[in-house]
């Protein structure tokens, strides 16, 4: 099995450390489940952008990109509200 890896953005970083712990917790996860599927069931690629994506992780999106080197790029991670701005 070919796994991915994940790499957070300095931003997503700063992002998931404002989080409560609980979340952060769970989008923990999420981002290794990543490393084995970059696009789990439900993911969806955003309108506008060529290549981004989304992940949902409760009331959190995750936002990444994929590239054909196996990295998923995290570049934004967010409460559903704020992070699509």
Known sequence: MVT????LTPAAERQLGKLPHQAREMIAAALVALGGNPRPP?????AGADDFWRVRVKQYRVIQILDNQLIVLVVKIGDRKDVYR
Do not use: A, E, I, P
């Open 4 to 7: 991915s890896r994940v790499v």
């Open 42 to 46: 439900g993911c969806t690629k955003l």
